[in-house]
Nanobody, 129 residues
Framework: QAQLVESGGGLVQPGGSLRLSCVAS????????IAWFRQAPGKERERVSC????????YYADSVKGRFTFSRDNAKNTAYLQMTNLKREDTAVYYC??????????????????????WGQGTQVAVSS
C-alpha cells in the first residue's frame, strides 16, 4: 500500500531551522514529482515547494524563497524540505505529496503539478519564542 510519512516538525524559535522528511513506502519516488504544501489555521493550503522529475530547479513560493530548500534522495525514497531563518508566519502543518507527472499539466511558472496522487498525514511546525 502506497504511503507517505512526514517527520521533522516541531517547535522552534524565530530564526531557527528544521528539516522535514517525507518517506515513501509501497512505491518508488524515482518516477514521481514531489511537492510540499502547508496549511495554517484558518488559511487555505499553500504550495510551498515543488520538484519536477528531470528538472534540477525547484519551485518555491515567494514567502519561502531563499530560506527553504527542496531536495530528494531517490536511493532512500525520501524527500526533504530544509527550512532556515524560520518566521512566525511559517507556523503550519506541512504536507508532502507525490504525483506521476506523465500527461499531467504543470502550474504555469512553477514546477508543480495541478494534482498529486499521494499525500502524507502532515507534520506540525510551530515557530514561536
Amino acid at each position: 500500500q502506497a504511503q507517505l510519512v512526514e517527520s521533522g516538525g516541531g517547535l522552534v524559535q524565530p530564526g531557527g531551522s528544521l528539516r522535514l522528511s517525507c518517506v515513501a513506502s509501497g512505491y518508488t519516488l524515482n518516477y514521481h514529482d514531489i511537492a510540499w504544501f502547508r496549511q495554517a489555521p484558518g488559511k487555505e493550503r499553500e504550495r510551498v515547494s515543488c520538484g519536477h522529475l528531470g528538472d534540477d530547479t525547484a519551485y518555491y513560493a515567494d514567502s519561502v524563497k531563499g530560506r527553504f530548500t527542496f531536495s530528494r534522495d531517490n536511493a532512500k525514497n525520501t524527500a526533504y524540505l530544509q527550512m532556515t531563518n524560520l518566521k512566525r508566519e511559517d507556523t503550519a502543518v506541512y504536507y508532502c505529496a507525490t504525483g506521476f507527472p506523465g500527461g499531467r499539466r504543470v502550474v504555469p511558472g512553477t514546477t508543480c503539478l495541478y494534482e498529486y496522487d499521494y499525500w502524507g498525514q502532515g507534520t506540525q511546525v510551530a515557530v514561536s519564542s
